[in-house]
């Protein structure tokens, strides 16, 4: 759908009237298992042409699906070695996948809080979640950490 109007297809022409130059904008008719549209989006495309897609994680498909398609990766290395390691990884991923292993980038240690203001976004790391459970985040670290920190 990014890809139905071309570069120059917005005009932007208030004297002449013109918005778009409609031979510029062309239908995709996309037919998949799950969705079909015949396009065209109803807006121009962005600067860089379609929305930068991230991948989350970094596990071997995870990496192998960012290496094809993605143009960022969130990843939460616990050393420096550990993110060279990683992004070593997802180089090697992108560059099977046939692309630019310098297109995709890592943001290691990216980890947003989304809240109703900036002082409760700051809040939030010091208070649990009530949702949260406990017990699975110590597990979560025994295992990043290589120890049993369950009960037990």
Known sequence: ???????DAWLLDVEGTRFTDMDKIQPVNLQGKHAASRGPLPIPSSEQGQPVI?????GSYGLELA???????????YTIEDARVQRQALRDAATRAGCDPDEVKMLAGFMPTIAPSRHAALQRPCFPDEAVDLHQRVRYLGAMIGLSLGPG
């Open 1 to 7: 759908m990014w890809g139905s109007w071309e570069k």
């Open 67 to 77: 290496g094809r398609r993605a143009g960022g990766v969130y990843a939460n290395p």
């Open 54 to 58: 991230f991948q989350a994680g970094g």
